[in-house]
C-alpha cells in the first residue's frame, strides 16, 4: 500500500502563492507518474499538473505560466508551486501517484486525501 499526504493548502488573496506538497510513503517499488487534480464545487475534477519519471510535466491550460509541478525523487514528495492565484482556482487538490510496489506488479493509481484552496478577498 502506498500512502500520500498532502499539505500547503489554505486561504489566499487574489494573486497570492502557495506552495503544495504531497509526500508519498509505503511500498513504492518505481514511480511512473505524480501529479495535481483539483475538484471545484459544481465542476468535475480536473488534471492541473503532472510529471513523469523522466521529468516531462504537463499542465492544464487554465495554470499554465502560473503553477510549476516539480519532484524530488529522494524524498518521493512532489510540489504544485501556485502563484497569481485566482478565485477561480478556488477546488480541493489532490495529488495522485501511479507507481508499482514490486517488479512484477501492475501500475497502481493512489490519491491522497486532498488539501483546500481558497482564493479570495
Known amino acids: 500500500q502506498v500512502q500520500l499526504v498532502e499539505s500547503g493548502g489554505g486561504l489566499v488573496q487574489p494573486g497570492g502563492s502557495l506552495r503544495l506538497s504531497c509526500v508519498a510513503s509505503?511500498?513504492?517499488?518505481?514511480?511512473?507518474?505524480m501529479g495535481w487534480y483539483r475538484h471545484a464545487p459544481g465542476k468535475q475534477r480536473e488534471s492541473v499538473a503532472t510529471i513523469t519519471s523522466g521529468g516531462r510535466t504537463n499542465y492544464a491550460d487554465s495554470v499554465k505560466g502560473r503553477f510549476t509541478i516539480s519532484r524530488d525523487q529522494t524524498k518521493n514528495t512532489v510540489y504544485l508551486q501556485m502563484n497569481s492565484l485566482q478565485p477561480e482556482d478556488t477546488a480541493v487538490y489532490y495529488c495522485?501517484?501511479?507507481?508499482?510496489?514490486?517488479?512484477?506488479?501492475?501500475?497502481?493509481?493512489?490519491w491522497g486525501q486532498g488539501t483546500q484552496v481558497t482564493v479570495s478577498s
Open positions: 495522485k501517484q501511479s507507481s508499482k510496489d514490486s517488479l512484477w506488479s501492475n501500475v497502481r493509481d493512489y
Open positions: 509505503g511500498s513504492i517499488f518505481s514511480i511512473n507518474a
